[in-house]
Structure formats: structure tokens, C-alpha cells
């Protein structure tokens, strides 16, 4: 992986994390691209290593409260919500890691990802902020990130909708949304690490992967800020079309086995 690559999948995953047309989807067509098949573990993990700096660096105030705090309000719900991501994880792991590999179903994902990005548009914007919620509310949008698992199912768009369908205001949705996927993305980081230590690490420089994280955490940054302003104000319709005609694209491919 030469230093161009390492950029430009620095940039999709940073963008694609926190814009909700999914990073492992859109990862896996730039790997494809790129001819980097074999790198797919060792470089998802620096590469999500990038937007975890991009999340602590923009929620370092509420993170400090935490650690000096560490059984606060916050915290619970965090826990509550990451539940059903950590369940669906251990139970259906193996099968969702083939399914990743191989790329077979990611056209269809993103058609879905279309569908509940259009739908959230028709859910009236709650007023519920984050210190509103109760920790059944957590779980519920929690639940929506467990879906997730699937490749191309946005994680970041589907915890948006979910909390948008527990009433709360738009913009406090995305930046709860954000937040919430602080201990899924370490736990995510923390199985890629074990499974790489039992297998082997591909020869990429340390250059490359330091660029590729370095430039995923800063275009992260930028999405995270530019997500919470956008859904205060903007339709998420634009998205839900951009995912279709990807997703449609993919299929088309697929059948035609070009793809």
C-alpha cells in the first residue's frame, strides 16, 4: 500500500464512519480496488484506530467527566446501549466475519441502509436531549447498532434513526449516535487485535498505516462535526439516494460477475 492508498482509505473510512453510507461497506470496495484483500484485518483496525482519536478528541471534555465520574448517569447508559452490539457480536461473530469477507450481500445492505435513511426523514424531530433519556431508551438505540454487524448497514445511521424513533432532538440523536460508538469501535479494535495475534500481519509499512490513521482521524473529526450540524437542519434523503444507486450499482456488477 503506497501512501495515496493509505490516504484515500484514511479519507473513506474517517468520512464513511460517521456519514451514514457505511465505512465497512465502502472499505471493502476501496480494498477490492486497491488489491488489498489480504490487508483487510491489520488495516481495518488502524484505520478505525483513526476515527477512535477523531471521536476522543471531540468528546475529550464529556470523557474526562467519565473517567473522573466513572459511574455517572452517562456512563450507564453507554453500557446499557452497547449491550446488544457486545450479544450479537459473540453470538453471530464467525458468520458476519464470512459475510464481510466475501462481499456477497453488501449491495442489498446498502439498499437498506437507503430505506431506513429515508424513513428517519418522516419521523417527527423529538425534544429529548441526552441527559433525557432512560436506559431502556439506550437499549433500543443500541439494538439498532447491533444491526451493524451486517457490512454495509450504516452503524451511525442506524443508531440516528433509532434514537429519532425514541424522540429525541435531531442533533442530540447524532451526538449521542457518536458517542455510543466510542466503546463499540474500542471493542471492535480489541477482537481485530486478538484474532491478529493469532494470525498473520500483512507486510504494509509503517508509514503507509501511520498516514491512513493519521488522515482517518482527521477527516473523522471533520464528519463528526459536520454530521451533528447537518442533521439539524438537512434531510438525510440525500444519503438514503446516494446508497441505492451504490448499492444498485453493486448488484448490477455482481450478477454480471464483474463485481
Known amino acids: ?146 444491526l451493524a454487524i451486517f457490512p454495509a448497514i450504516s452503524r451511525s445511521g442506524m443508531t440516528i434513526v433509532g434514537a429519532l424513533l425514541r424522540k429525541m432532538d435531531k442533533e442530540a440523536a447524532a451526538y449521542f449516535s457518536f458517542l455510543l460508538s466510542i466503546p463499540a469501535i474500542c471493542g471492535g479494535i480489541i477482537y481485530q487485535l486478538k484474532d491478529m495475534i493469532s494470525g498473520s500481519v500483512p507486510q504494509i509499512s509503517l508509514s503507509s498505516m501511520f498516514i491512513a490513521t493519521l488522515s482517518s482521524a482527521i477527516f473523522g473529526y471533520i464528519a463528526v462535526r459536520f454530521m451533528i450540524a447537518f442533521v439539524k437542519y438537512r434531510s438525510l434523503k440525500i444519503f438514503a439516494v446516494y446508497v441505492w444507486i451504490l448499492g444498485i450499482i453493486i448488484i448490477v456488477l455482481q450478477q454480471l460477475s464483474i463485481f
Request: proline content about 2%.
Open 1 to 146: 500500500m503506497d501512501w495515496i492508498q493509505a490516504v484515500i482509505l484514511g479519507i473513506i473510512q474517517g468520512l464513511t464512519e460517521f456519514i451514514p453510507i457505511s465505512s465497512t461497506g465502502h472499505l471493502y470496495l476501496g480494498r477490492n480496488f486497491f488489491g488489498l484483500e489480504e490487508a483487510g484485518l491489520f488495516l481495518d483496525t488502524m484505520l478505525h484506530l483513526g476515527t477512535l482519536i477523531a471521536l476522543i478528541v471531540f468528546y475529550k471534555e464529556i470523557l474526562i467527566k467519565l473517567i473522573k465520574r466513572p459511574f455517572s448517569r452517562i456512563t450507564a447508559l453507554l453500557v446499557v446501549g452497547t449491550i446488544p452490539a457486545v450479544m450479537t457480536g459473540v453470538l453471530f461473530s464467525d458468520y458476519f466475519d464470512e459475510l464481510s469477507k466475501s462481499g456477497v450481500s453488501i449491495g442489498w445492505e446498502f439498499l437498506i441502509t437507503g430505506l431506513f435513511l429515508w424513513f428517519a426523514d418522516s419521523i417527527k424531530n423529538g425534544s429529548k436531549k441526552v441527559e433525557n433519556l432512560s436506559l431502556f431508551d439506550s437499549f433500543f438505540i443500541g439494538s439498532f447498532q447491533a
